[in-house]
């Protein structure tokens, strides 16, 4: 969909929206259909090739609407308002444009999550290639044991946040089994390319997860926010915060047809984000994402290119889908101050990390319009500004001496 499509599409979903609201109150407020009625009436996988507009939205209507509860009907008076409002609407419509995370990268999820359970946290040394190996864990896991501490989870990642490494599953995997630690699989945002075969050998050793997460919203153009969670048992999540007052009882709670997603999260309720997902992987197709993943990862790999042809800079981590991370050679406090002018020339904008104790640059590709032209005119700034960087230390050096 380009932006002339998007023109025309968006004119035809306001005009949807506005006679879904006009006549909300002609629907039957609350749906008659059984638990798994939608099953049979999608396909089992996503098209391979892109589907039209049209037909997923009769498709809208056809079938996701008998399943609705209509909660903005002049006859719903359940539980509380759920508020909605055109200008509301308008503004949500923008939002997902602007894509505002909201964040100024203070991440550390996991380290986040140990602060909120209460429990001590311990990071893994990784390997030469920033993966966490079966020999670092297992000493780690002796020498808390030994400690009188008891290890029950364990957290690997596929695509790491700093340079995007890949902890060794077909490892660490099997010691999680034998220990019964809680293995968890971060795939924030590597997981989006596993749909394409090329990258699943990255994925050996999943079988042993007991969790995965990953996020459309990175990388599988899903706006914000939208992410994946897969648990291979949900009793343990519905065993810790299975909750039933009397207002939320229905008829089908213990009929075992149904998914109630309260039982399985600390909020009650969510919102309705596998439309979206829906609608992108009916309107790209598979190969339509495999496409966008591989564009990426291949402009990657002609800035990687662009950085290996240059003496002065080294690359240091291995590429393998869409960031480069790289650095001058030389000081942390050379590559503090190449950052400092690359941001403060507001034409592109990188981020940090530290990768055995050495400041690095990262190079992510990230927009959906991003072309090879945007990369080397980037590469081309870079590097300008590293001259500049480099002329002004040769003359203090010259002044010192």
């Known amino acids: 969909m380009n932006a002339s499509d998007f023109r025309r599409r968006g004119k035809e979903m306001v005009d949807y929206v506005a006679d879904y609201l006009e006549g909300i109150e002609g629907r039957q407020v609350y749906p008659d259909v059984?638990?798994?009625?939608?099953?049979?009436?999608?396909?089992?996988?996503?098209?391979?090739?892109p589907d039209t507009f049209e037909d997923i939205l009769q498709d809208v209507e056809k079938i996701i609407m008998p399943g609705v509860t209509h909660w903005h009907s002049p006859y719903f008076f359940a539980y509380f308002p759920t508020a909605s409002s055109y200008p509301a609407m308008l503004a949500d419509m923008l939002c997902g444009a602007i894509g505002c995370i909201g964040f100024s990268w203070a991440h550390s999820s996991v380290e986040r999550a140990g602060l909120i359970g209460g429990v001590k946290l311990k990071a893994i040394p990784s390997d030469g290639k920033f993966a966490m190996r079966a020999s670092a864990l297992q000493e780690a896991l002796e020498k808390d044991?030994?400690?009188?501490?008891?290890?029950?989870?364990?957290?690997?990642?596929?695509?790491?946040?700093?340079?995007?490494?890949?902890?060794?599953?077909?490892?660490?995997?099997?010691?999680c089994h034998e220990e019964d630690i809680w293995l968890h699989v971060?795939?924030?945002?590597?997981?989006?390319?596993?749909?394409?075969?090329?990258?699943?050998?990255?994925?050996?050793?999943?079988?042993?997860a007991d969790s995965f997460n990953f996020n459309p919203?990175?990388?599988?153009?899903?706006?914000?926010?939208?992410?994946?969670?897969?648990?291979?048992?949900?009793?343990?999540?519905?065993?810790?915060?299975?909750?039933?007052?009397?207002?939320?009882?229905h008829s089908h709670q213990d009929s075992g047809l149904i998914t109630d997603y309260r039982h399985w999260q600390l909020p009650l309720g969510r919102r309705f984000r596998s439309l979206k997902m829906?609608?992108?992987?009916?309107?790209?197709?598979?190969?339509?994402?495999?496409?966008?993943?591989?564009?990426?990862?291949?402009?990657?790999?002609?800035?990687?290119?662009?950085?290996?042809?240059?003496?002065?800079?080294?690359?240091?981590?291995?590429?393998?889908?869409?960031?480069?991370?790289?650095?001058?050679?030389?000081?942390?406090?050379?590559?503090?101050?190449?950052?400092?002018?690359?941001?403060?020339?507001?034409?592109?904008?990188?981020?940090?990390?530290?990768?055995?104790?050495?400041?690095?640059?990262?190079?992510?590709?990230?927009?959906?319009?991003?072309?090879?032209?945007?990369?080397r005119l980037a590469w081309e700034h870079i590097q300008g500004l590293a001259a500049e960087l480099l002329a002004a230390e040769e003359g203090k050096a010259e002044i010192k001496s």
């Open 278 to 375: 829906w609608f992108v992987f009916r309107m790209y197709g598979v190969k339509g994402l495999q496409a966008y993943i591989r564009k990426h990862v291949q402009l990657s790999h002609e800035f990687e290119a662009f950085v290996l042809q240059d003496p002065r800079f080294e690359v240091c981590a291995e590429v393998t889908l869409g960031l480069v991370c790289f650095r001058l050679k030389g000081s942390d406090g050379l590559n503090e101050a190449l950052l400092e002018r690359i941001n403060s020339a507001r034409k592109i904008h990188l981020v940090p990390c530290r990768l055995r104790g050495q400041f690095v640059l990262r190079f992510a590709i990230c927009s959906r319009k991003v072309e090879s032209g945007h990369v």
């Open 186 to 208: 971060d795939a924030a945002y590597a997981g989006s390319a596993f749909i394409c075969p090329e990258f699943r050998h990255l994925l050996n050793g999943v079988e042993f």
């Open 34 to 49: 059984q638990p798994g009625y939608l099953r049979p009436l999608i396909p089992a996988t996503a098209p391979q090739e």
């Open 145 to 175: 044991k030994a400690a009188g501490l008891i290890p029950f989870f364990v957290v690997a990642t596929l695509g790491t946040t700093s340079c995007c490494s890949f902890d060794n599953l077909l490892e660490v995997g099997p010691i």
């Open 217 to 249: 919203h990175k990388w599988l153009l899903v706006n914000f926010d939208c992410s994946a969670m897969w648990v291979k048992r949900r009793t343990d999540l519905t065993g810790a915060f299975k909750l039933d007052p009397v207002y939320l009882k």
